[in-house]
């Protein structure tokens, strides 16, 4: 009995989180209703609220099962192969490509500053690549801005491939990103002192 009602249970919550996504490509998350939500969904009102709040609960869910299946392919792949930090990046861009229509709508209404910004960069494979990260930098604030400011461009960089549909492969954007990145993760050359 209670396998059945797990099952249910996932059914709805698929059901709830594909008819979001398909009002989304309409509309921003703000704009739908719970009402509409469960008519698109074909499911009660007191269905929806066994679960969420309200439709903006539903959506941070999907981007928990974003982060969570990212997650998942770097525990499983990445861990074992000891990815390098274009091969990291890759990865993330094959599976956005793969569900295309979907990270489109997640990166549309999002920035830096979103949930899901932070769930996305604050993941435990992230930190690990950061960890290794500027290696030569002992001052821990310098650290973190340098951090900072990879985020932000890493974000960005995949926000405009995603919504403008930039014919770059997940490959060559990995290879961008590294490009950008060990500009700053190599000991800068020293300064000749005058004489």
Known sequence: MKKKENQRIALT?????????????????????????????????????????????????????VVADLQQIWEEEGSAKNWPMNKRFEALCTYLQEHKKSAKLLFRDSDTNSEFATLLFQAAHVQAAYAQAFPYVTDPDSKRLMITFLTNGTYHLIRQWLLEDIPKTPKELGDLAYLVATQGWEEPPKLRSAK
């Open 13 to 65: 919550k698929r059901l709830l989180k594909e008819s979001l996504l398909q009002l989304m490509s309409n509309k921003s998350v703000q704009n739908i209703t719970v009402s509409e939500l469960c008519s698109a969904a074909e499911i009660n009102r007191s269905t929806f609220y066994n679960h969420y709040g309200c439709p903006a609960d539903v959506l941070k869910e999907i981007e928990t099962d």
